[in-house]
């Protein structure tokens, strides 16, 4: 593989993918819908956590505007959910999947860019980062906002690392990464050379494969390999 061929952009999710956050998006579900009247232990609240599951990797604001309909309802939801998120953050509930940052490290002295994604919004996003000591370790890290607003499963996320970087020329260059079928589908429509699903997250290597995985891990700490063992 001559090095215009190179898989040097490699896109990678964060709550499950690269973070583990021990289920803390249930939790502070839970709280943001008690705040907007949703009672625990209730068939509505069993509904709609339901519908959060199903949804992993999601944009949190579309899957709140599903859940409570109107705008104002969605975005109270949201408000909610993402403090309740970055409480949970600040009292030390999350830490990084084992390799993970041995992983980003290693991709990143092979020369290639790595760009970190999340469905959340920038100041929760900006909270995980800091919680992990992880605010210099990638160049980029990209919420929906920071691509036109729309976030998994649609491809924008991806593209706007593809643009914003040029690290590569094509996006059949880009490797993305991630633990939900919604990562999956945005993969897959972004047009990505490898959409590796990895097993440390919401969903499981059958659901991961039925939505479009290429290639299926056990953890993101064995991408570095998988990528080599492509290009070799």
Same mark, same amino acid.
């Given at each position: 593989?001559?090095?215009?061929?190179?898989? !040097?952009?490699?896109?990678?999710?964060?709550?499950?993918? =690269?973070?583990?956050?021990?289920?803390?998006?249930?939790?502070?579900?839970?709280?943001?819908?008690?705040?907007?009247?949703?009672?625990?232990?209730?068939?509505?609240?069993?509904?709609?956590?339901?519908?959060?599951?199903?949804?992993?990797?999601?944009?949190?604001?579309?899957?709140?505007?599903?859940?409570?309909?109107?705008?104002?309802?969605? /975005?109270?939801? !949201?408000?909610?959910?993402?403090?309740?998120?970055?409480?949970?953050?600040?009292?030390? /509930?999350?830490?990084?999947?084992?390799?993970?940052?041995?992983?980003?490290?290693?991709?990143?002295?092979?020369? /290639?860019?790595?760009?970190?994604?999340? *469905?959340?919004?920038? =100041?929760?996003?900006?909270?995980?980062?800091?919680?992990?000591?992880?605010?210099?370790?990638?160049?980029?890290?990209?919420?929906?906002?920071?691509?036109?607003?729309? *976030?998994?499963?649609?491809?924008?996320?991806?593209?706007?690392?593809?643009?914003?970087?040029?690290?590569?020329?094509?996006?059949?260059?880009?490797?993305?990464?991630?633990?939900?079928?919604?990562?999956?589908?945005?993969?897959?429509?972004?047009?990505?050379?490898?959409?590796? *699903?990895?097993?440390?997250?919401?969903?499981?290597?059958?659901?991961?494969?039925?939505?479009?995985?290429?290639?299926?891990?056990?953890?993101?700490?064995?991408?570095?390999?998988?990528?080599?063992?492509?290009?070799?």
């Amino acid at each position: 593989m001559t090095d215009t061929d190179k898989l !040097n952009l490699i896109v990678l999710d964060m709550a499950g993918t =690269t973070v583990a956050d021990g289920g803390l998006v249930e939790e502070a579900f839970s709280a943001a819908a008690e705040r907007l009247g949703v009672a625990a232990g209730s068939a509505d609240h069993a509904a709609k956590l339901d519908h959060v599951r199903a949804t992993m990797g999601e944009s949190k604001i579309s899957v709140f505007r599903h859940l409570f309909g109107d705008e104002d309802r969605a /975005r109270r939801a !949201n408000t909610a959910f993402e403090e309740a998120y970055g409480e949970l953050v600040g009292a030390g /509930r999350i830490a990084p999947i084992p390799g993970a940052r041995e992983a980003i490290e290693a991709l990143q002295a092979e020369g /290639r860019t790595v760009v970190l994604t999340t *469905g959340f919004a920038r =100041t929760t996003q900006d909270a995980i980062l800091a919680a992990l000591g992880w605010r210099d370790l990638v160049t980029l890290t990209l919420c929906p906002a920071d691509a036109g607003g729309r *976030g998994r499963p649609y491809p924008d996320m991806i593209l706007a690392a593809f643009l914003r970087t040029g690290a590569v020329d094509a996006v059949g260059r880009v490797v993305v990464a991630g633990d939900t079928s919604y990562d999956m589908l945005s993969g897959v429509r972004s047009g990505a050379g490898i959409v590796a *699903g990895v097993r440390t997250g919401a969903h499981d290597g059958d659901r991961l494969t039925a939505h479009g995985a290429t290639h299926v891990i056990a953890s993101v700490a064995e991408l570095p390999d998988l990528i080599a063992r492509a290009e070799a």
